[in-house]
């Protein structure tokens, strides 16, 4: 039934329904997926308040690519006709995002993920170290984590996003202004958003640095 309503868009974006009754079907799997993550990040930080008396995330957000969005990338990379092995070609249908308090708590927290025996590592990017064009900041994961299932285990793919508070407030804005306005955005108005971005990326750096010290405060103290 789930693969029947997906086919009129499917067949719009030249996916065939063979692909869209594989892909059905492996959302449970996906979703399994996001589960487990997101499981083993709560656990690392619930461990991180009880050994450190911190939580280095502030909230965990998670996300399963939309089947219009997933036609839509199959087609643009050539794949429509993919019944096997379709995060090869889209591998960002599950997606998990961690927000944190502070730049260090992301690299903290990307160290301990991934760290874990069951986590596969299969690719960084460091948009913090290297921002993007426009300014966007954030560290980008794809990993394989092994997701349990009565027919045996299955390692699928995951996108995991770890940024700080600040990072997503200026993401999600830059968002929402480019993709919400119906005109070109002007290269000044791009410039803008651009310099916002640093600025906030300044103001980040000096909230970690003012945490900082506080904690030596409080550490002299006791």
Not at 26 to 46: F, N, P
Request: glycine share 2%.
């Amino acid at each position: 039934m789930e693969a029947e309503k997906q086919i009129p868009a499917a067949e719009a974006a030249g996916v065939s329904p063979a692909v869209v009754e594989a892909f059905v079907k492996q959302r449970q799997v996906y979703m399994a997926a996001i589960k487990e993550i997101t499981t083993k990040l709560e656990i690392l930080d619930e461990d991180f308040k009880a050994s450190h008396a911190y939580n280095p995330i502030h909230h965990i957000e998670s996300r399963l690519k939309s089947p219009a969005s997933v036609w839509k990338k199959l087609n643009r990379k050539n794949a429509s006709a993919v019944t096997d092995n379709i995060s090869d070609y889209v591998q960002d249908i599950a997606g998990v995002r961690v927000i944190c308090n502070y730049i260090e708590d992301i690299y903290s927290i990307a160290d301990l993920l991934t760290g874990q025996r069951d986590i596969e590592l299969l690719r960084k990017r460091d948009y913090i170290m290297y921002p993007k064009e426009n300014g966007y900041r954030s560290l980008h994961l794809l990993i394989k984590v092994p997701v349990f299932l009565s027919s045996g285990v299955q390692l699928v793919k995951a996108e995991v996003q770890i940024r700080t508070i600040a990072m997503d407030f200026w993401a999600s804005l830059e968002h929402h202004l480019r993709y919400k306005s119906e005109d070109e955005i002007s290269d000044d108005l791009r410039r803008r958003l651009k310099d916002s971005a640093e600025k906030i990326s300044e103001i980040d750096m000096e909230m970690q640095s003012i945490y900082r010290e506080l904690r030596k405060t409080r550490k002299n103290q006791k």
